[in-house]
Every structure is written in structure tokens, then in C-alpha cells.
């Protein structure tokens, strides 16, 4: 099956800084790519919608400008939490749907804690 | 993309079918029915769709009932790896932006010894 990685899988960075974390599809082209976030017992929340070459389309009550999202390739989509503060510690996972198979897959997550 | 409801939280005895039920009554035509899994602290995993018949695959069955309002996961023999969170969602497929995957509560499903 299509194969979706992320990097890193955990991340512990210190308040005010900005981490990135990367997101590929390895075996496909995608298209489009999703961005969610997932607190502890809680259900996957959609941020954005990524499409390559152009601007992220992101949910109602998530700030573009502290989550930005870049998607220069067919393969790679970039999601960057620009000054980081504690309670932007999450799961985030994101998942790419492949242009042959309208099919998504999910990236296995990368943890983020903020100090 | 219509809602679903699940129950919250259901069990089920190690070598037994677990059978996860969905209610989609607002389903559209061309909404498809998917189920994804998630174990803790890992990326959903895709399990099986479908549309209006009956799916069958190497990891579970998808019984959707005739009016399309509901639908059924059934993994045949449960094992103690498939303890997770079961999620029924509704989907257009074949369209990228409008078939994005909104994820509801979802069942957690817990096989016993």
C-alpha cells in the first residue's frame, strides 16, 4: 500500500521557537495533502488542506499565520508552527490523497511538546 | 460531508466478531462509507469502504444496509492488536478538496482476553 511518512516523529522544542515538521508520500504523487492535529483523548481535528503549488486552505479557527503550510512538491508538504507555545503541544498527523487513486493515506505523526 | 454517529465505547471477546455499528442517515448518492482504525499514538489505518454493497477484504467485512442510512464493520476473529478507535466516516470520493476526512468520536473498541 501507499506509504506516508513523517518527520520528526517526536519533537520537544522551547516556547517562542518555530519547529517544522515534513510530510511525503514515498511510493505516490499527492495532489493534496491534510494537516490534523489530535489532543490526548481526543478525535483528529482537520487544520488546512495543502494542494501543491498553491495557498493552504485552512479551517475555521486555525491561525495561517502560526500554522504555515507549504507544499512545493507533489511529494512533500511542509507544516512549520511559527512561535511555539505549550498548549500548541499535539499529535499532529497528516495524510495525502494519491492522484491515481483518490485514496488517502496517513502519515504515522509526529509528537510536539512545547517547554 | 454527512455525520455519523457511533457508540462510545463497546468490548469484545478475544477469537470473537466484533461488530462495529454506524448510522449515517444523511448520507448522500455519491457519498462513500470508510473505516480507519487508529491504535494509540499512531496514524489512522485505513480498514475498507464502500458505496451500497456489501466489501470484504483481508481485514474486515463493511455490511451497509440497503437504504445506505447505516452500515457494519465486522472483524471476523478480533485479536488483542485490533484494540483501538474505529472510525466511520463519510466521504466523496474522486474529488481531492471535497473529499477530505472528517473524523467524529469513533467507537474505542476493546478485545478481551
Known amino acids: 500500500g501507499a506509504v506516508v511518512s513523517q518527520h520528526p516523529s517526536r519533537v520537544i522544542c522551547k516556547s517562542g521557537t518555530s519547529v517544522k515538521i515534513e510530510c511525503r508520500s514515498l511510493?505516490?504523487?499527492?495532489?493534496?495533502m491534510f494537516w490534523y492535529r489530535q489532543f490526548p483523548k481526543q478525535s483528529l481535528m482537520l487544520m488546512a488542506t495543502?494542494?501543491?503549488?498553491?495557498?493552504?486552505?485552512?479551517e475555521q479557527g486555525v491561525e495561517k499565520d502560526k500554522f504555515l503550510i507549504n507544499h512545493a512538491s507533489l511529494t512533500l508538504s511542509t507544516l512549520t508552527v511559527t512561535s511555539a507555545h505549550p498548549e500548541d503541544s499535539s499529535f499532529y498527523i497528516c495524510?495525502?490523497?494519491?492522484?491515481?487513486?483518490?485514496?488517502?493515506?496517513f502519515g504515522p505523526g509526529t509528537r510536539l511538546t512545547v517547554t | 460531508d454527512a455525520k455519523t454517529t457511533q457508540p462510545t465505547s463497546m468490548d469484545c471477546a478475544e477469537g470473537r466478531a466484533a461488530n462495529l455499528p454506524c448510522n449515517h442517515s444523511?448520507?448522500?448518492?455519491?457519498?462513500?462509507v470508510y473505516w480507519y482504525r487508529q491504535i494509540h499514538s499512531q496514524g489512522p489505518q485505513y480498514i475498507i469502504h464502500g458505496l451500497k454493497n456489501n466489501e470484504t477484504n483481508e481485514m474486515a467485512s463493511l455490511i451497509i444496509t440497503e437504504d445506505r442510512k447505516s452500515s457494519t464493520l465486522i472483524l471476523p476473529h478480533a485479536t488483542l492488536r485490533d484494540t483501538a478507535v474505529y472510525y466511520c466516516i463519510v466521504r466523496v470520493r474522486g474529488s481531492s478538496n471535497t473529499g477530505k476526512l472528517i473524523f467524529g468520536q469513533g467507537t474505542t473498541l476493546q478485545v478481551k482476553p
Open positions: 495524510s495525502a490523497i494519491s492522484g491515481e487513486t483518490y485514496e488517502q493515506y
Open positions: 511510493d505516490f504523487q499527492a495532489t493534496t
Open positions: 495543502s494542494n501543491e503549488g498553491s495557498k493552504a486552505t485552512y
Open positions: 444523511t448520507i448522500s448518492g455519491n457519498e462513500y
